[in-house]
């Protein structure tokens, strides 16, 4: 199961060091987690630096891609499928080894319907909690929802989780709905100020028993 950081700004190098597979830089200059002009530092193999963008223009997303060394798009505006395809497209050409990933806000009167047309235009989903911002807001959507979730392209699970939520993960983890969950996204419950994160409150949701119980299912 994969273990994505988002929102990183002031030590993602301490971060790193915890093994997460996923390092998300945001690239939007409506939220104080703006990375941009600041440097990614060296990250090991195993771990790759997601960009997070808004409504950016392709060729601006492109820029970023090579400046710091991106192997993952996350896309978290209200990007079309249209224009999800078309860059899909051009990454397969120009950077085959970039992953793609669309994020939907999940709320009241949600469709899973409305996915379709992107099926084929990105390598992951992402399930977010709508809220005032794109991301970030700290507030965790009903998972029940999932129940609907009629595809079998692979998600990320994220909106306000926290180190509390480790009971609520296992019980999730457990259902069909989580069939197709890749892993867990976290942002701002783990957070000292918008940007850096809680070392200690992470490595203490590194030991929840969801870890050890994917791995032994994994193998």
């Known amino acids: 199961m994969k ?15 915890l093994g997460p597979d996923y390092l998300g830089f945001i690239f939007w200059e409506g939220t ?3 990375f941009t002009g600041r440097e990614i530092p060296e990250l090991p193999e195993n771990t790759k630096a997601v960009g997070v963008f808004v409504n950016e223009s392709l060729e601006n997303i492109f820029d970023s891609i090579e400046e710091y060394g991106l192997k993952g798009v996350q896309l978290h505006g209200q990007e079309s499928a249209e224009y999800c395809f078309e860059l899909y497209e051009r990454i397969q050409k120009e950077a085959p080894e970039v992953q793609l990933i669309k994020a939907f806000a999940i709320g009241p009167g949600f469709s899973f319907e409305s996915l379709e047309g992107y099926l084929e235009a990105c390598h992951y989903f992402l399930f977010d909690t709508r809220g005032a911002l794109p991301g970030g807001n700290g507030k965790r959507f009903d998972w029940e929802q999932l129940r609907e ?4 392209k692979p998600y990320l699970l994220s909106g306000g989780i926290g180190e509390n939520d480790c009971d609520k993960l296992l019980h999730f983890f457990r259902t069909p709905q989580a069939e197709f ?6 942002n701002s419950k783990f957070e000292i100020r918008p940007g850096e994160k809680n070392i200690k409150a992470l490595k203490r949701f590194l030991k929840c028993e969801i870890w050890k119980e994917k791995r032994n299912n994994e193998h």
């Open 32 to 34: 104080p987690r703006d």
């Open 149 to 152: 979730y009629p595809y079998e």
């Open 181 to 186: 969950c890749l892993g867990i996204d976290v």
């Open 3 to 17: 273990f994505k950081v988002c929102g990183m700004k002031f030590n993602p190098a301490e971060v790193m060091e």
